[in-house]
């Protein structure tokens, strides 16, 4: 019996060109019929002759992208670049929202070829290498690079050292522009802002199936937010600040603009018992083009690990310097147990709204969360928390009692959650306004800035014990970066308000001032806010405003007196005396 022959390999040196369209989900999803049709006329009337004109071959055509390959690279980029100006002026005239736009990636490799396809390591780099292009733009290896040199009219950005998914070694990878378009880096911050890429993340509140649901679509994105914030190459705003703009029609540039950020990350996410399923779109805050689109879903126990997914897929398209292991390292540690995460996202749309009723609530959510996983830190940062606000806030009737519990939930959290910026910043909070351990409370806090760059609440509780402490200059440093990380945040009211303290510790008492209304504005049951506009026009001398304020105070918390409160109050030495002496300036009973 005859052994079957076997086909010879064909190998060939070639550049390789990878096409994708940006956001294909969205776009078959909102206008399937039209997105589809206008997806073949392009590739009848652009890509095709346009792939021809440059002695290309278009190998085969997938939903959303197609591969072709060239003889040399100088074609390919010739093509590459030819082809995003001709789609540009092709779809000119159409809505950001409806627009098609390709990235192209483009390597030069020795590829195996066969009849109606190829294969490679060079053919899977050209594919990985697409998704680091922006919307309209070409990214080429090394390899390519090397080969265009300086003979086409065209400007070279160095993106670095790149390691693509399931790629072994790194991957010089260049940005190529023409040299009338402005030079954009991936991740550039727009003028005059920000030189670091900006991100709002937010809910993830597309399509999403029940109301009731909202919750844990808007708590899903913290522990996104989070990894994220734990990069220093990053500034990623607070999701609070993301909460007003969860509508079905989401405007990026206005968003972009409002919380001055380039990118943004909205989606949508949709659970059974057993399984969840996410979509993200990420868009360019200038232009409102969506430059990466993504469906990740699978098992509910799979939720945390589809999160760390997202935000990997995000860094790797602003940020693709930041290696992959680094991003893992900033990331919480994930609960053990999904009962528990639920609860403290419902514990967490109950803590902030100040009532008493939702107060209440929370705490037995939380407690339940524990319950449930033992070794959660988050639900342990959010029980110290909870006994902060008890204490400053709602009138606690056992203070020594809280304090203690609350040094212990915040002590079991880091134990817990490591170096977690936010179980850090609350730990420093609690040693601070507490315990008045302010060695302690100031190691916290700058471990939890050097966690969370971007975390609004450990510069901002840095910001209250420099203020506390007396330096003015150091509180007004941390709490300006807090307020800048947390624009427009529904729960700004705290990030203001202590900003306005260090307003007041600074000595800058107008400024004090509209900031502490800012804050009481957004909510007006905060004790602590009231406190501070009273002492804060006592400084500025407006003695009948100042006895106002405190009777509206008092309206809030009629058993306040001054002598049970001096104990607990922080601030030390001659600003304790000088903020306690306008209190009692103002009428506020001893």
């Given at each position: 019996?005859?052994?079957?022959?076997?086909?010879?390999?064909?190998?060939?040196?070639?550049?390789?060109?990878a096409?994708?369209?940006?956001?294909?989900?969205?776009?078959?999803?909102?206008?399937?019929?039209?997105?589809?049709?206008?997806?073949?006329?392009?590739?009848?009337?652009?890509?095709?002759?346009?792939?021809?004109?440059?002695?290309?071959?278009?190998?085969?055509?997938?939903?959303?992208?197609?591969?072709?390959?060239?003889?040399?690279?100088?074609?390919?980029?010739?093509?590459?670049l030819?082809?995003?100006?001709?789609?540009?002026?092709?779809?000119?005239?159409?809505?950001?929202?409806?627009?098609?736009?390709?990235?192209?990636?483009?390597?030069?490799?020795?590829?195996?070829?066969?009849?109606?396809?190829?294969?490679?390591?060079?053919?899977?780099?050209?594919?990985?290498?697409?998704?680091?292009?922006?919307?309209?733009?070409?990214?080429?290896?090394?390899?390519?690079?090397?080969?265009?040199?300086q003979?086409?009219?065209?400007?070279?950005?160095?993106?670095?050292?790149?390691?693509?998914?399931?790629?072994?070694?790194?991957?010089?990878?260049?940005?190529?522009?023409?040299?009338?378009?402005?030079?954009?880096?991936?991740?550039?911050?727009?003028?005059?802002?920000?030189?670091?890429?900006?991100?709002?993340?937010?809910?993830?509140?597309?399509?999403?199936?029940t109301?009731?649901?909202?919750?844990?679509?808007?708590?899903?994105?913290?522990?996104?937010?989070?990894?994220l914030?734990?990069?220093?190459?990053?500034?990623?705003?607070?999701?609070?600040?993301s909460?007003?703009?969860?509508?079905?029609?989401?405007?990026?540039?206005?968003?972009?603009?409002?919380?001055?950020?380039?990118?943004?990350?909205?989606?949508?996410?949709?659970?059974?018992?057993?399984?969840?399923?996410?979509?993200?779109?990420?868009?360019?805050?200038?232009?409102?083009?969506?430059?990466?689109?993504?469906?990740?879903?699978?098992?509910?126990?799979?939720?945390?690990?589809?999160?760390d997914?997202?935000?990997?897929n995000?860094?790797?398209?602003?940020?693709?310097q930041?290696?992959?292991?680094?991003?893992?390292?900033?990331?919480?540690?994930?609960?053990?147990?999904?009962?528990?995460?639920?609860?403290?996202?419902?514990?967490?749309?109950?803590?902030?709204?100040?009532?008493?009723?939702?107060?209440s609530?929370?705490?037995?959510?939380?407690?339940?969360?524990?319950?449930?996983?033992?070794?959660?830190a988050?639900?342990?940062?959010?029980?110290?928390?909870?006994?902060?606000?008890?204490?400053?806030?709602?009138?606690?009737?056992?203070?020594?009692?809280d304090?203690?519990?609350?040094?212990?939930?915040?002590?079991?959290?880091?134990?817990?959650?490591?170096?977690?910026?936010?179980?850090?910043a609350?730990?420093?909070?609690?040693?601070?306004?507490?315990?008045?351990?302010?060695?302690?409370?100031?190691?916290?806090?700058d471990r939890?800035?050097?966690?969370?760059?971007?975390?609004?609440?450990?510069w901002?509780?840095?910001?209250?014990?420099?203020?506390?402490?007396?330096?003015?200059?150091?509180?007004?440093?941390?709490?300006?970066?807090?307020?800048?990380?947390?624009?427009?945040?529904?729960r700004?009211?705290w990030?203001?308000?202590?900003?306005?303290?260090?307003?007041?510790?600074n000595?800058?008492?107008?400024?004090?001032?509209?900031?502490?209304?800012?804050?009481?504005?957004?909510?007006?049951?905060?004790?602590?806010?009231?406190?501070?506009?009273?002492?804060?026009?006592?400084?500025?001398?407006?003695?009948?405003?100042?006895?106002?304020?405190?009777?509206?105070?008092?309206?809030?918390?009629?058993?306040?007196?001054?002598?049970?409160?001096?104990?607990?109050?922080?601030?030390?030495?001659?600003?304790?005396?000088?903020?306690?002496?306008?209190?009692?300036?103002?009428?506020?009973?001893?």
């Amino acid at each position: 019996m005859m052994t079957p022959s076997v086909p010879e390999v064909r190998r060939r040196l070639a550049a390789i060109l990878a096409a994708d369209v940006v956001g294909y989900t969205r776009l078959m999803e909102a206008h399937e019929e039209n997105t589809h049709t206008r997806l073949m006329r392009l590739r009848s009337e652009v890509l095709d002759p346009g792939v021809s004109a440059q002695n290309g071959r278009i190998i085969k055509n997938t939903g959303d992208g197609f591969l072709a390959t060239f003889d040399t690279a100088r074609d390919a980029t010739r093509c590459a670049l030819s082809l995003q100006e001709a789609l540009a002026v092709n779809t000119a005239g159409m809505p950001a929202d409806e627009r098609i736009s390709f990235r192209i990636g483009l390597n030069a490799a020795d590829i195996i070829v066969e009849k109606d396809d190829v294969y490679g390591e060079g053919v899977n780099i050209a594919a990985r290498l697409q998704s680091y292009a922006q919307a309209g733009g070409v990214v080429v290896s090394g390899a390519v690079a090397e080969q265009i040199g300086q003979d086409l009219d065209v400007s070279v950005i160095d993106l670095g050292d790149l390691h693509l998914r399931n790629m072994g070694r790194p991957v010089r990878v260049y940005a190529l522009h023409r040299p009338m378009q402005p030079a954009k880096l991936v991740g550039e911050a727009p003028m005059g802002s920000e030189p670091r890429p900006s991100i709002a993340v937010l809910p993830f509140r597309m399509n999403l199936a029940t109301p009731e649901e909202g919750y844990f679509a808007d708590g899903v994105v913290d522990d996104i937010i989070r990894g994220l914030a734990g990069l220093k190459e990053l500034f990623v705003v607070s999701r609070g600040s993301s909460l007003g703009f969860s509508g079905r029609n989401i405007d990026v540039r206005e968003i972009g603009r409002r919380l001055g950020v380039r990118y943004v990350l909205y989606g949508g996410i949709q659970r059974t018992m057993t399984s969840v399923r996410i979509v993200t779109e990420l868009s360019d805050a200038e232009s409102g083009e969506v430059i990466r689109s993504d469906l990740h879903e699978g098992d509910l126990r799979e939720l945390f690990e589809l999160q760390d997914r997202i935000a990997i897929n995000v860094v790797r398209q602003i940020a693709p310097q930041v290696r992959e292991r680094e991003l893992m390292r900033s990331m919480r540690k994930h609960p053990q147990n999904l009962t528990a995460y639920d609860l403290v996202l419902q514990a967490l749309d109950l803590l902030y709204r100040m009532d008493y009723d939702s107060f209440s609530k929370a705490r037995g959510l939380l407690e339940q969360a524990i319950s449930y996983d033992p070794n959660f830190a988050l639900a342990y940062s959010y029980v110290a928390l909870w006994y902060v606000f008890r204490i400053g806030e709602m009138g606690s009737p056992d203070p020594e009692g809280d304090v203690v519990a609350g040094a212990r939930y915040a002590k079991e959290a880091i134990e817990r959650g490591g170096d977690d910026a936010f179980a850090l910043a609350v730990y420093g909070h609690v040693q601070s306004f507490l315990l008045h351990d302010f060695q302690s409370a100031r190691i916290a806090l700058d471990r939890a800035i050097a966690a969370g760059p971007s975390s609004a609440m450990a510069w901002t509780m840095a910001s209250a014990t420099s203020g506390f402490l007396g330096d003015g200059p150091a509180a007004l440093r941390q709490g300006e970066q807090g307020v800048r990380l947390s624009p427009l945040d529904a729960r700004s009211f705290w990030h203001e308000g202590l900003f306005a303290q260090a307003h007041y510790v600074n000595g800058d008492y107008e400024q004090a001032l509209e900031w502490v209304r800012g804050a009481l504005n957004r909510n007006g049951l905060i004790r602590f806010n009231h406190r501070l506009l009273i002492v804060t026009l006592g400084a500025l001398g407006r003695r009948e405003e100042a006895a106002e304020a405190a009777r509206r105070y008092l309206e809030i918390q009629p058993g306040f007196r001054i002598s049970s409160y001096a104990p607990r109050c922080p601030f030390r030495g001659e600003a304790l005396e000088t903020w306690l002496g306008h209190l009692r300036s103002a009428g506020l009973p001893d």
